[in-house]
């Protein structure tokens, strides 16, 4: 594909589309929202409102990172604090599907309808890729960015038309993108990182001290797999517990799951074969944290497992 070619065609397309009205987009820092806030702010300047949604369910310090790197690029980024809204709407719930039908409803219908509403936007601009259509029309797994390809009018449902540049693209093709437009190392080279954020990698309900476990394993594992190479690797917190020895004692503990894959573009995935001393290192880690006393390596490719496990 001439990316070049792709480029200069959307951005003429956002203009047309667009026309002198104002649009909405949400960065979450991954380079799919990355691409289409430098894309967007390419096209049609400060007519483009950038916004980052705290849901509460970000990595350590995510946020605020985020922001300063739009910033440092010269864009304005919003940064909204919507912690009890989201954990709110994910109160009770363990079920993949309904989890993920709450952060969409909660993210679309409640907190950008009040950001639709504030900024008098027209249009809302996505990071969908080709595979988060294909997945989510298969029915393998609901992307939290997915609409109209599964029958909502997002006019009707929530006031704003909405915008997928990136729709006919893959994971690969993005970042051919995101070179193309100048964005840092940092967003370019980033592992994916889902919209629902760890609320996809804990099975079961999502609280507040669910999160912190999942938060301070997965800084663990960024830390020390940041130098495979690999495609994408995570900390997952199970719903079950094991019985496990602490200070002499008997503990019930948590059980943290470690995935590290190769891919090209998240349609198959296969494990990384990670040095025994290295996983021993990052169990190590990971059982230190308090109340986790099980840490595992995932060794299953997609398929049959998906990449995520929500």
């Given at each position: 594909m001439d ?10 397309e956002?203009?047309?589309s667009?026309?002198?009205h ?9 380079v799919d929202s990355s691409v289409?806030t430098?894309l967007g ?5 400060d007519q483009?409102?950038?916004v ?6 970000m990595r350590?310090?995510e946020?605020e990172r ?5 910033a440092d690029?010269g864009i304005?980024?919003?940064l909204?604090?919507?912690k009890?809204?989201?954990l709110?709407a994910l109160?009770g719930?363990?079920?993949?599907e309904e989890k ?7 993210f679309y219908?409640?907190?950008f309808?009040?950001?639709?509403r504030?900024?008098?936007a ?5 990071g969908t890729i ?11 797994k609901?992307?939290?960015n997915?609409?109209?390809q ?5 006019e009707k449902?929530y006031g704003?038309q909405?915008?997928?540049?990136l729709?006919?693209?893959r ?6 993108v995101?070179k193309?437009?100048i ?5 370019t080279?980033?592992i994916p990182?889902?919209?629902p954020?760890?609320a996809t ?7 507040e001290e669910?999160i912190a ?8 594992v960024?830390?020390?797999l940041g ?5 994408q690797?995570?900390?997952i917190?199970?719903?079950d517990?094991a019985?496990?020895i ?6 019930f ?8 894959i190769?891919?090209?573009d998240a ?10 001393e ?5 169990c ?11 840490c595992l390596?995932?060794?299953t ?8 496990y929500?």
């Amino acid at each position: 594909m001439d990316y070049q070619s792709f480029v200069n065609g959307q951005i003429a397309e956002i203009k047309a589309s667009v026309g002198n009205h104002l649009a909405i987009n949400a960065l979450s820092g991954g380079v799919d929202s990355s691409v289409v806030t430098a894309l967007g702010h390419k096209a049609i300047g400060d007519q483009l409102k950038t916004v980052f949604i705290e849901n509460g369910l970000m990595r350590q310090g995510e946020p605020e990172r985020v922001v300063k790197i739009f910033a440092d690029m010269g864009i304005p980024v919003r940064l909204v604090d919507a912690k009890k809204e989201f954990l709110g709407a994910l109160k009770g719930l363990t079920d993949p599907e309904e989890k993920r039908n709450a952060i969409t409803r909660t993210f679309y219908a409640t907190v950008f309808g009040k950001l639709v509403r504030e900024t008098g936007a027209k249009y809302l601009f996505h990071g969908t890729i080709l595979t988060d259509i294909e997945e989510t029309v298969a029915g393998i797994k609901r992307q939290h960015n997915i609409l109209a390809q599964i029958g909502i009018d997002p006019e009707k449902e929530y006031g704003y038309q909405v915008l997928e540049p990136l729709k006919t693209l893959r994971k690969d093709g993005v970042r051919e993108v995101a070179k193309l437009l100048i964005l840092p190392q940092e967003i370019t080279r980033r592992i994916p990182f889902p919209g629902p954020a760890l609320a996809t990698r804990i099975v079961g309900e999502v609280t507040e001290e669910r999160i912190a476990t999942v938060r301070a394993a997965t800084a663990i594992v960024e830390e020390e797999l940041g130098d495979t190479g690999a495609f994408q690797y995570m900390a997952i917190l199970l719903s079950d517990r094991a019985t496990g020895i602490v200070n002499g004692k008997r503990e019930f503990g948590q059980i943290i799951v470690v995935r590290c894959i190769h891919s090209l573009d998240a349609r198959t995935a296969t494990p990384v074969e990670l040095p025994w001393e290295k996983l021993k290192r990052i169990c190590e880690r990971i059982t230190a944290i308090p109340d986790v006393n099980r840490c595992l390596y995932d060794l299953t490719p997609k398929p049959p497992a998906t990449i995520e496990y929500i």
